[in-house]
């Protein structure tokens, strides 16, 4: 963002710091709520300096002048210490920071996340609880750390309309035009609930981290409200909204804002899509309302990295981009379990993944169906959770590793690698076969375990290092190539 020449070049000393500067410190100062009026100034104020350029020239020269021209209260002194490089490491080792910057700070906090994480991890259904930990663990391996540890993996989604009305040229999960929305009559609403209570019979608390949109944008439905405030009735939780169009209408915006806060949601973003609609939601709504909105920078200007996915990816294809300047992340599904589409009641099974030409939107879809009332979606859901999430290996089952990894025989066992992690399995010369035969992977579970059972190793020990492999997600389970799919790829 900035590097210590720059931080240098800035002088804050009293000598740019004017009268007029001093003044409204003062002002400031005697406000009632002086430091969340401050953190939500910071706030704006590190939006500014992250989505344009000319604000940050202004700052390096003249700083006061530029603080103040954009109204922005803040402390030049506190921002002095913000642009320190070392303000994390400094604010993590214990060291004494403002309390404003502190609470600014709370918008990068970790905690949340662990939070939510902890939280979609309590899933009622032990087959769907043991599931996700596989894929978290398969993440893992294939994501950067930041990214895995900013995964909450959720295990419900919905989508109230088809199709999306803002037709990003970037979108990752490459949205298609808005064609129809799921409006809140007697007859959905009534589906809407039934749903509901069913996903949190099966899920537990963990169904209340789920949200309300996906490849959609939640305020193209005009009963958005309605349908969160029963997730709120049933889930006890107000669901996070993100959206691209706070502008399209700002009262409706600003009363969802409030209604989200007073049913105790506690951030909710804005996706900015360029510098002039950031100047616009700048002046329309003021610091301090938006103290607990996190702006996602998109504008080209903030030179944000755009995941690798949808449609983003297919115009780094056209472009020719090589391997060496494509970001690192490859998906922003942030969703391992059922995707809802409440128009055409459809729903999938899905877990994120790097985007490739089997899976382009950047996750791997396990299942598919379709429902027309809560009963048949219960049968539906319970068939999907029977056939895709076993606690254990099946006799049936083929075994083999995942294709992104990369198998060695060892002299007295095998290792598994990916770019980011490396497993050994070895001081045992079993295993060093067992490894060999999993790498041919044309052999199921029950013929793996008969083979060794000939040269006396008990089919109890075999199955017992296979459901170890696949507790450590390192067999695979990925969905076999429908046969049109495999005639595509031919
Ligand atoms: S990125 Fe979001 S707002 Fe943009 S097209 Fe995709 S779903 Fe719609």
Known sequence: MFNQTQKNSIDFSSKVITHDCNDKLLNLENSDNYETVQSSHIKRFMERWTADPDFRNQVYTEPCKAIFSYGLKVDPEEIRQLLDINFFE????????????????????????????????????????????????????????????ALIHAPVCFELSKGCSIQCSFCAVSAPRLSNIFTYNQENAKLWRDVLELIKQILGPAASTGCC??????????????????????LGVFPQTTTAQPLKDPDRTRSLLKLSRQKGCQLNRFSILSLKMLNKVHEEFSAEELAFVKLELQNDEA??????????????????????????????????????????????????????????????????????????????????IGNNMTLTIRPGDLISFPRDIEYKSLPDGFQLSTKFKTFKFHNDLYLRELGQIIHKGDKTAEEIASLFDLYGISPTHTYSTLNLLFDKGVLDDEPKPKVSERLVQK
């Open 213 to 234: 949109y996906w490849a959609t944008d939640p305020l193209d439905n005009l009963d958005y409200e309605k349908f969160s405030n029963d997730f709120h009735s049933v």
């Open 303 to 384: 030179n944000t990295i755009k995941a690798n996915a949808g449609r983003a990816r297919e115009r780094n294809q056209k472009n020719g981009e090589n391997n060496n300047n494509l970001p690192e992340q490859g998906t922003i599904a942030c969703v391992t379990g059922f995707l809802f589409n409440m128009v055409d009641r459809s729903v999938k099974l899905i877990s994120p993944c790097n985007a490739d030409d089997r899976w382009p939107l950047g996750y791997i879809i396990y299942d598919e169906g379709t429902f027309s009332n809560a009963d048949d979606l219960e049968i539906l859901l319970k068939k999907m």
């Open 90 to 149: 400094h604010s993590e080792k214990g060291n004494t920071i403002p309390k404003s910057l502190k609470l600014w700070q709370k918008f990068f906090d970790k905690n949340r996340t662990d939070t939510a994480m902890k939280f979609a991890a309590s899933i009622n259904e032990p087959r769907f609880k043991a599931w996700r930990e596989r894929q978290i663990a398969r993440t893992t391996r294939q994501f950067k750390k930041w990214l895995q540890d």
